[in-house]
């Protein structure tokens, strides 16, 4: 029996190949990040761009993670609604954060314009699909405070949500028009390939094991024993921090996010699936969420079992999701199965840590790191820079573990297979 191994459908399509660069001996930069997701490679673009000597390290290949294996939907906002950010943080804070988190999508269309990224895209906006009366309550005050906020976001009645899906089930929605749909691994792919233009040095696969303050500089320790001397760092190393910050892996609970892609489907079939390009997540506690994807595939995610899957029966759950939505589907065969890890924070919102100075995290996007991750690059940069506590929208704040962080997949297992039942019960 041959094993199974999990492959995306983002890397069918070329993609640009990143420069072998392995980090020398000895070497120093103005700037060194570990991490070369979007995090990394947007706050590395815009360090280059501003004359400093940036260094990104990963452990990994450039897209082989998070950046490179998710859904590519690109969506506005937090999980927080613009009223409750203000009435939270303050009218200061809150209202900043409010203007930060509306501007993430745009960040990303922006981006790939201005720099010519050859990166697929459609910015046709993103439904949050309501599966119950409760749910759907929320969507029309989420589309309010919005459209207050200058929004032309639109709320979706059960007739405009089935034409705009094609989905089964669901009451209503919301419509936003700032999200979209990009193909990730090609977006991550295309920002290394700007970034090494613009100066930036990409070592992949290539551990950072030990980062240390010594007189004025950083020293990071690869793997390998290699050392590189930075006057600033940035970790960027989200679900996949290691035991590399103390205690900074114990503020996440890193999920599992699993993806599936059907066979290419007729035009016949899709006609009546997504016709106007939106991409879509549903309301339920244990989301999924779905879009058209490359060479006429049908996508659909949601969480996966903790433990790392060895079988296709470990997706079985999406597969049922996707008939159950499509019954026009349940022949279509599933053709690639993937995985990826999204950081979770116990308060559902980012968080941005400076343990000492010169030394900058921010991690756990809720799975909205695509948006996010883009537009908090360039404001990291700019705090180090500067040292000015207002380029950054979120607090800065201590590392502070979850308690108990160490029977996280029990917790977790245990909370997804009741969100499931409660979310079958709402049918
Ligand atoms: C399956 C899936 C679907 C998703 N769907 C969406 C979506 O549709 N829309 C959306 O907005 N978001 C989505 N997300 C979330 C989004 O992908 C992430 O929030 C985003 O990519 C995070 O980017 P990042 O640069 O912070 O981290 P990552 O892309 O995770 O990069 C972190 C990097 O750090 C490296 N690293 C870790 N430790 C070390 C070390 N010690 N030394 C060197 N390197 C190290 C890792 O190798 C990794 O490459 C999804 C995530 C997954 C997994």
Known sequence: MTAFTPVSAWTEAPAPAIPADPLQSNESCDLAIVGGGILGLSSGLHAARQGQAVRIVDAAGVGDRASGLNGGQVIASLKYDPDWLIAHFGEKRGGALAQFAASTADAVFEL????????????????????????????????????????????????????????????????????????????????????????????ENTRIRRLQRENAAWVLEASD?????????IVATNAYADALVPGLARTLLPLHSFQIATEPLSETILASILPEGQVVSDSRRIVVYYRRGPNRRMLLGGRGSMSEPTDPKAWAHLEHALKRLYPALSDAKIEKRWFGHVAMTLDHLPHVHEPEPGLIIAA??????????????PRLVDYLATRDAERIPFPITPIRPIPFHAFRNIGISAAIAWYRLVDMLER
């Open 225 to 233: 024993g290699k050392m590189l001397r930075a006057k600033t760092v």
């Open 364 to 377: 756990g996007c809720q799975g909205r790191g695509v948006g996010l991750m883009t537009a908090l690059g």
């Open 112 to 203: 790939i314009t201005r720099e010519k990224l050859a990166v697929p895209r459609e910015a046709r906006g993103w439904i949050q699909a309501a599966h119950s009366e409760a749910a759907m309550r929320a969507a029309e005050t989420r589309a309010k405070q919005w459209i207050a906020h200058g929004v032309p976001a639109k709320i979706l009645n059960v007739e405009d949500v089935t034409r705009l899906t094609g989905a089964k089930g669901y009451l209503g929605g919301w419509f936003d028009p700032r999200g979209g749909a990009i193909q990730p691994f090609a977006y991550t792919r295309e920002l290394a390939r700007i970034g090494t233009a613009a100066g930036v040095r990409i070592a």
